[in-house]
């Protein structure tokens, strides 16, 4: 016959509370903590611990989900004068505000100025607080809707990249598009329009996106719904691939 603690265990997992049965084994572990408390009071903080682990477990499957090329942290950006990072701003992208007026922001720079990790910086801090975020090289997202097309699942992966709070679109403008990629990337954008953030990182100047995107009509629309309004951040400074390369061989010198 099961304990009332055995009984009580069973109970909760049934019901997938474990950060009660959690909690309320380190209750039963170290009992003189509580002896003060009332029910309500130590009731309270079996809920409390309940709640932050499925927080927790919230933004774990928000990180995986989003699929992160790098693991970029806010707390861990370089704002070296060279690099022309304005501290305020980002702390000022943190807060999400963007997101909710569903601004797009558009970063560019040299090839290994860093641009990568704030756009995995950025989008790693909203999965944090809850946003549902994906990132994608651009070439890789446009074999992934062209094989969409081919297998019948093209609609679904639309309506599931349409319904992210926030799509990051990585090493944009690498290569000139084709007719069917300009296609495609013009009903993602066009069904984001105005209801979700796009953030896109390139080493292209966005002066340059009309070539690339190739067809006046596409490129009109695409640009007209990616540019207007959004937040521009041009990373200065040297690559920060070649300064962590030369730290990393001063060190093996040294």
């Known amino acids: 016959m099961q304990s009332v603690t055995q009984q009580i265990n069973t109970q909760l997992a049934t019901l997938k509370l474990s950060g009660i049965r959690d909690a309320l084994s380190q209750q039963s572990e170290q009992p003189n903590l509580y002896v003060e408390q009332s029910f309500e009071e130590r009731l309270c903080l079996l809920l409390d611990h309940e709640i932050t682990q499925r927080d927790q477990r919230k933004i774990d499957r928000l990180t995986r989900q989003a699929k992160f090329r790098v693991n970029g942290i806010l707390a861990q950006l370089d704002y070296g004068a060279s690099r022309q990072l304005n501290k305020t ?60 097309q081919a297998d019948g699942s093209y609609r679904k992966l639309i309506n599931k990249l349409t319904s992210a709070n926030l799509l990051i679109l990585d090493d944009w403008g690498l290569e000139p598009l084709t007719p069917q990629q300009r296609s495609d990337l013009l009903e993602l954008i066009d069904a984001r329009y105005d209801t979700k953030s796009t953030l896109i990182a390139s080493q292209l100047p966005i002066e340059n996106w009309y070539d690339m995107i190739g067809e006046s009509t596409h490129a009109d629309a695409i640009l007209d719904r990616l540019v207007h309004g959004a937040i521009k951040l041009e990373l200065k400074g040297e690559s920060m691939r070649k300064k962590l390369n030369s730290l990393t061989e001063a060190d093996h010198t040294s």
Do not use: D
């Not at 505000?97 to 090839?111: D, M, P």
């Not at 989008?123 to 969409?148: D, I, P, S, T, W």
């Open 89 to 148: 701003q980002i702390r000022s992208l943190a807060q999400g505000e963007w997101l909710r007026l569903h601004q797009n922001i558009l970063i560019t720079g040299a090839t290994g100025c860093g641009k990568t990790y704030l756009a995995c910086a950025l989008g790693h801090n909203h999965c944090q607080q809850g946003e549902n975020v994906y990132y994608f090289r651009l070439k890789e997202l446009l074999e992934k809707m062209f094989m969409a």
